[in-house]
């Protein structure tokens, strides 16, 4: 029976885990490409629960219809933020990026407020039922969750990898201004990266709300913060590196829970986060980057 226990709390940790990896995927992609922590991340997150919400509520869409268009609305934010906010300031300081990232993060809270209204929307479960092995029982929503991240990780593994809007991904990232020689539009890459990643946050929103069906103004910013915490913890700017800090970061709230920690899991995620800063700074799979002075 213990054994059970412990193995449906892995899955459980790997379910909330690889949710976190997908939305780390987008912190890491952003600040591969230009060094920015889009601290509103997390909120294009809600932007795309509260689509999915009403989508589901008030127009009875089809749930497959419901999460496209909460992926669509997703990108669609993300974008907006990249071309209305972050452009103009490309050559900026990156303390006025980071700055501009905050100030977009408590719009959208706010804003959101304005028009949802501050309280919780709870709606019923999106893939209902669990598969039973044994004394073992595993959500349908925890399988769903870990195939489609999955496949959207291996899908972004392969364009970043094969193709050749991947490869101005990495040109960019490795010397914007010898990208510019070379003929990439860096602006259309830099969009490129945002629309993939706001489009992996939307995904990821599908996949919270189908764990834990309810959504606020606000449900996006410990999310994302706990992001944040992946994907330094696997190495800010590594790909591979947000998929495993994710996952573990999941899991090992999921034990510290299982353990009687249930209230200090928060803390127990910022202390990792601590750790690796004093320790290991460049994460599990980072890579230092030197500066020539």
Same mark, same amino acid.
């Given at each position: 029976?213990?054994?059970?226990?412990?193995?449906?709390?892995?899955?459980n940790g790997?379910?909330?885990? &690889?949710i976190?990896? =997908?939305?780390a995927?987008g912190?890491?992609?952003?600040y591969g490409?230009?060094? /920015?922590?889009?601290f509103?991340h997390g909120?294009?997150?809600m932007?795309?629960?509260y689509?999915?919400f009403?989508?589901? +509520?008030?127009?009875?869409?089809?749930p497959?219809?419901?999460?496209?268009?909460?992926?669509l609305?997703?990108?669609? #934010?993300?974008?907006l933020?990249?071309?209305?906010?972050?452009?103009?300031?490309?050559n900026?300081?990156?303390?006025? =990026?980071?700055?501009?990232?905050?100030?977009?993060?408590?719009? /959208?809270?706010?804003?959101?407020?304005?028009?949802?209204?501050? %309280?919780?929307?709870?709606?019923?479960? /999106?893939?209902?039922?669990?598969?039973?092995?044994?004394?073992?029982?595993?959500?349908?929503?925890?399988i769903?969750t =870990?195939? #489609?991240? #999955?496949?959207s990780?291996?899908?972004?593994?392969?364009?970043v990898?094969?193709t050749?809007?991947?490869?101005?991904m990495?040109?960019?990232?490795?010397?914007? %201004?010898?990208?510019?020689l070379?003929g990439? %539009?860096?602006?259309?890459?830099?969009?490129?990266?945002?629309?993939?990643?706001?489009a992996?946050? $939307?995904? $990821?929103?599908?996949?919270?709300?189908?764990?834990?069906?309810q959504? &606020?103004?606000t449900?996006?910013?410990?999310l994302? =913060?706990?992001a944040? +915490?992946?994907?330094?913890? $696997?190495?800010?700017?590594?790909?591979?590196g947000?998929? #495993?800090?994710?996952?573990l970061i999941?899991v090992?709230?999921?034990?510290?829970?299982?353990?009687?920690? &249930?209230?200090?899991?928060?803390?127990?995620?910022?202390?990792?986060?601590?750790?690796?800063?004093?320790?290991?700074?460049d $994460?599990?799979?980072?890579?230092?980057?030197?500066?020539k002075?």
């Amino acid at each position: 029976m213990q054994l059970s226990l412990l193995l449906t709390q892995f899955i459980n940790g790997l379910q909330t885990g &690889s949710i976190y990896a =997908l939305v780390a995927l987008g912190y890491s992609m952003v600040y591969g490409i230009i060094l /920015l922590l889009n601290f509103a991340h997390g909120d294009v997150i809600m932007i795309g629960a509260y689509s999915l919400f009403y989508a589901l +509520v008030q127009f009875h869409f089809h749930p497959i219809v419901a999460a496209i268009l909460a992926v669509l609305s997703s990108t669609v #934010v993300g974008l907006l933020i990249q071309q209305i906010a972050y452009r103009p300031l490309l050559n900026a300081p990156r303390l006025s =990026l980071l700055i501009t990232a905050i100030g977009m993060s408590f719009l /959208l809270q706010n804003g959101a407020q304005i028009l949802f209204g501050a %309280d919780a929307k709870s709606l019923g479960p /999106l893939v209902p039922g669990a598969l039973h092995l044994g004394n073992t029982s595993i959500s349908y929503a925890a399988i769903v969750t =870990l195939l #489609v991240s #999955v496949l959207s990780m291996v899908a972004l593994t392969l364009l970043v990898s094969r193709t050749k809007r991947g490869q101005a991904m990495r040109a960019v990232s490795e010397d914007m %201004d010898a990208a510019r020689l070379m003929g990439i %539009d860096v602006n259309r890459t830099i969009a490129f990266t945002f629309l993939i990643g706001s489009a992996l946050a $939307g995904i $990821g929103a599908v996949l919270y709300v189908s764990s834990y069906p309810q959504v &606020s103004p606000t449900m996006g910013s410990m999310l994302g =913060l706990k992001a944040f +915490v992946a994907a330094v913890l $696997g190495g800010i700017g590594s790909l591979p590196g947000a998929m #495993v800090g994710g996952l573990l970061i999941g899991v090992l709230e999921v034990l510290a829970s299982a353990v009687g920690l &249930s209230v200090w899991k928060d803390a127990v995620v910022f202390a990792i986060l601590i750790l690796v800063l004093l320790f290991k700074p460049d $994460g599990i799979m980072g890579v230092t980057r030197r500066e020539k002075v």
